[in-house]
């Protein structure tokens, strides 16, 4: 499938190796007898879920690389990467990107459909998990040339699946077969489909403090949603402080991504930390109160 963009921005097309790795993810659960669950299953799980989706994806490529909301060393820069590929979401350099277009359409009026968020669920998850966006400039997006030609960042991009592939391997020869589809594809589907819905929600429903001026999207902000997903959920909050670390704003919304920069914070590994304070995008107004978006029954 390819479709030209209004603005001739560039063409979306069908991403091959995006669906099949989906579907290769999805399918291997049926090998799975989950009668044979152990301890050491979930506590090995729950682990990497912390590990993999909060430092390697939320904390390190997130927060850290791609909004640099906090400095940090080359070796924890390069560990992160590393963990955010045993996500199983794929290149990390293909996701910095599209973070970029993302990011540069959805703070326009002219935002073309496909990073809109006016079509349904369905329809999203066909556009989101089986196509990907071909830019006709990328230097329109202002991605950091130091980002572009990082070496680990290329490096990965190229090899990401190898590295996945090898974890696979090491699961299996320490833990056996039912083990490592737990670890690896049960974990990679539950991690893909959830970022996708978390992502998708949170820019259609929940409650929003601020409205990004001339933005098509300004983001809701969801409880529950930002409590398992390490603070991705409150995206209001992050499309109004995108350089702040810290995803929450009130206590009631608990960011486990923060907490995790805290701690890292602590131990010295990662310095200079934006959070909220003084840090409010330009274009987000604040609201007289806060505004409700709740899906119609």
Request: hydrophobic share 45%; aromatic share 16%.
């Amino acid at each position: 499938m390819m479709n030209t963009l209004q603005n001739n921005a560039g063409t979306i097309r069908f991403s091959l190796i995006k669906t099949l790795w989906l579907y290769l993810m999805l399918l291997s659960l049926v090998f799975i007898d989950f009668s044979m669950i152990t301890s050491t299953d979930i506590i090995l799980n729950v682990s990497l879920l912390f590990l993999t989706v909060g430092i390697g994806h939320s904390v390190g490529l997130h927060r850290g690389i791609i909004h640099k909301s906090y400095k940090t060393s080359k070796v924890f820069r390069i560990i992160s990467l590393y963990l955010f590929v045993l996500t199983g979401l794929g290149n990390p350099l293909n996701w910095l990107k599209q973070h970029y277009f993302r990011d540069y359409w959805q703070n326009r009026k002219d935002c073309p459909r496909y990073f809109q968020y006016k079509h349904s669920l369905s329809t999203d998850y066909i556009w989101n998990l089986h196509l990907t966006f071909i830019p006709k400039d990328i230097t329109l997006y202002n991605i950091p040339k130091k980002d572009l030609n990082d070496k680990t960042l290329k490096w990965l991009g190229n090899t990401w699946i190898i590295h996945y592939a090898a974890f696979m391997v090491i699961i299996y020869v320490l833990l056996g077969l039912n083990s490592m589809l737990i670890a690896t594809t049960f974990r990679t589907s539950i991690i893909i489909l959830g970022h996708w819905y978390i992502g998708y929600a949170s820019h259609k429903y929940g409650y929003a403090r601020h409205e990004i001026k001339n933005a098509d999207e300004s983001g809701y902000n969801d409880i529950f949603l930002g409590l398992i997903s390490f603070g991705e959920g409150f995206h209001n909050n992050h499309h109004s402080y995108p350089t702040s670390a810290k995803f929450s704003s009130k206590w009631y919304e608990v960011d486990f991504g923060w907490m995790l920069v805290w701690i890292l914070q602590k131990l010295k590994i990662i310095w200079d930390v934006n959070t909220q304070e003084d840090n409010l995008k330009s274009s987000a107004i604040p609201h007289n109160h806060i505004v409700w978006k709740l899906p119609k029954l």
